[in-house]
């Protein structure tokens, strides 16, 4: 969990050596969405923070070695489990380490 720009975000990050069969960010299942989901929802409910604005985010690390290729998908989904598209602060970034 992390916060930025007066948002709550829950991070999922996945590491992989590589995504020759598929992208990293597919390790996040409707499985593990659903899960992170209630964890979050019933975090916020404790701490009374149902009201502040969240979002869900997802980081992938690639590679066997550095440099490593990183890639943060800002609202990578939303509670009912849909993709959005990436635009403008919902967008992806990608860069080397």
């Known amino acids: 969990m992390a916060e930025q720009w007066g948002e709550i975000v829950f991070v999922e990050v996945k590491t992989r050596s590589s995504e020759d069969f598929a992208p990293a960010a597919e390790a996040v299942t409707l499985y593990k969405k659903r899960n992170l989901i ?3 929802r019933a ?3 404790r701490n009374g923070l149902l009201e502040r604005p969240y979002r869900y985010d997802i980081i992938t690390v690639v590679g ?3 440099p490593f290729k990183l890639t943060h998908l800002r609202n990578a ?3 009912e ?3 959005l598209e990436h ?3 919902k967008g992806k ?3 080397q380490v």
């Open 38 to 40: 209630a964890a979050a």
């Open 43 to 45: 975090y916020l409910a």
């Open 64 to 66: 066997k070695a550095q």
């Open 77 to 79: 989904y939303t509670e």
């Open 81 to 83: 489990g849909v993709y």
């Open 87 to 89: 635009s403008g602060r």
């Open 93 to 95: 970034a990608e860069f």
